[in-house]
Nanobody
Framework: QVQLVESGGGLVQPGGSLRLSCAAS????????MAWYRQAPGKQRELVAHITSGGNTNYVDSVKGRFTISRDNAKNTVNLQMNALKPEDTAVYYC???????????????WGQGTQVTVSS
């Protein structure tokens, strides 16, 4: 069973930085899109950034210029570098991956367990 394991969340002051990482737990046939979502208390989960296997990226307007998504296709990992953090970035962050676990498997979306990011002084 494929699992996505996240790390790197925590408490940071406004203006600070954090780096989130997410790694797949086993070998995978192919990963297509990898992404980071977040969900703040009382709000719907929103897409923060995604990256294709070819390296094309897209960001929600509120994080453009501050966050950078990257991936290592050889290691099946995706990272989110978050700079100039604001209190409104406080949320649980989830990674996702659209992938085929084996050559015969259908494409499915897998989710990480979530990691808390809190931006507060």
């Amino acid at each position: 069973q494929v699992q996505l394991v996240e790390s790197g969340g925590g408490l940071v002051q406004p203006g600070g930085s954090l780096r989130l990482s997410c790694a797949a737990s086993e070998s995978i046939f192919e990963i297509y899109v990898m992404a980071w979502y977040r969900q703040a208390p009382g709000k719907q989960r929103e897409l923060v950034a995604h990256i294709t296997s070819g390296g094309n990226t897209n960001y929600v307007d509120s994080v453009k210029g501050r966050f950078t998504i990257s991936r290592d296709n050889a290691k099946n990992t995706v990272n989110l570098q978050m700079n100039a953090l604001k209190p409104e970035d406080t949320a649980v962050y989830y990674c996702s991956a659209d992938l085929k676990s084996t050559i015969r498997a259908p494409i499915r979306r897998y989710w990480g367990q979530g990691t808390q990011v809190t931006v507060s002084s």
